[in-house]
């Protein structure tokens, strides 16, 4: 089975302001291939917030390549594969919102390790990415790094998929 991680940060709630982009593909529980890339995004707005979860500013990224660039690779790299994202809603929220800022392809299938964590793994005091990782035991070196987020929820979805999903 093929499928691609895929994690964003953004430099505000905006969704289109992705600064961030870590693209993981797994063929068979396996890494393949990998991306990472900053991005120069339409706004120059940042939300302490969001600055403050990943440390990214606009002055770290006003000369990175803009979105559609990046997702001109990022694209290919999926292919015709699922996104498996921790909370697919987000990803799928910022790649509809570049869609419509910058024309770029937004019809891709998602599956959600964040629901995939709630209905397999109890007893957990959340389902935050890296408490998922931790009952797991999948490394996750730099939290809120797109590219370390992204091998980090493709892991998880290997091993809950071998474990639960398959024998279900």
Known sequence: ????????????????SVISIGCVVFEDG???????????????????HCTKVHGIHYKDVKNSPKF????????????????????????????????????????????DTLKLSRKYLKNLPNHKLDTVCWKLKVSLKHHHNALDDAKACGEIYSKIRDKYILND
């Open 30 to 48: 396996k890494i393949v291939d990998k991306f990472y890339s900053l991005v120069c995004p339409p706004t120059k707005l940042e939300e302490w």
């Open 68 to 111: 559609p660039e990046v997702w001109e690779k990022v694209d290919k790299m999926i292919g015709d594969s699922p996104i498996v994202a921790h909370n697919s809603g987000f990803e799928k929220s910022c790649i509809n919102a570049c869609s419509e800022e910058y024309g770029t392809k937004n019809n891709y299938e998602y599956i």
């Open 1 to 16: 089975m093929r499928y691609v991680a895929l994690d964003f940060e953004t430099l505000e709630n905006w969704r289109a």
